[in-house]
């Protein structure tokens, strides 16, 4: 009985062997490139975070040291400020600060309260009007941070509110 071979089968078999390894081989280098992209990304918005924190700060160091400085019209909604160290302490100064990579600004707003002060415990409202009083003690703070991605900016905010303790 003669024995039957297959000549060219090898053949095939190395193809669909590199047709394998070189989609294995793409699909890693894919993988590789989006992990950089994704940790590239992260990065941007831990330093962004970071860099939304500080003013936050400095504005409630200013909520104890100069409630002045917060209630001034420079910085009142809807304009926008930055804090500046200026002889030894924070200041607000008018428009927003960017070191290349991230722009950073801050908003204050004034706070509704409702039902109206004095009554205790009243919540914070949107607007004020019919449904609450303005609170002259209170104000919120908001820090955003912004910067360009490939195709897009990117922006993070943080609030808080801070209050006169005079």
């Known amino acids: 009985m003669p024995i039957k071979t297959s000549k060219g089968f ?39 975070e970071m860099y939304a924190r500080e003013p936050i700060e400095a504005v409630k160091d200013l909520e104890q040291s100069n409630w002045a400085a917060i209630v001034d019209a420079i910085c009142a909604s809807p304009n926008i400020c930055h804090p500046e160290i200026s002889g030894g302490a924070w200041t607000l100064d008018a428009g927003t600060i960017n070191d290349g990579v991230f722009t950073r600004w801050i908003t204050i707003e004034d706070v509704w309260r409702s ?17 609450g009083a303005n609170d ?29 303790t005079d």
């Open 10 to 48: 090898s053949i095939i078999e190395v193809l669909i062997s590199t047709a394998i390894l070189a989609a294995l081989v793409v699909s890693f280098t894919i993988l590789v490139t989006e992990a950089a992209v994704i940790n590239r990304d992260n990065l941007f918005s831990l330093r962004a």
């Open 115 to 131: 039902p109206p002060p004095p009554v205790f415990p009243n919540t914070v409202v949107k607007t004020g009007g019919a449904v």
């Open 136 to 164: 002259p003690d209170t104000k919120k703070v908001t820090a955003y941070v912004s910067w360009a991605m490939k195709d897009r900016t990117k922006t993070i905010s943080l609030e808080t509110y801070v209050y006169n």
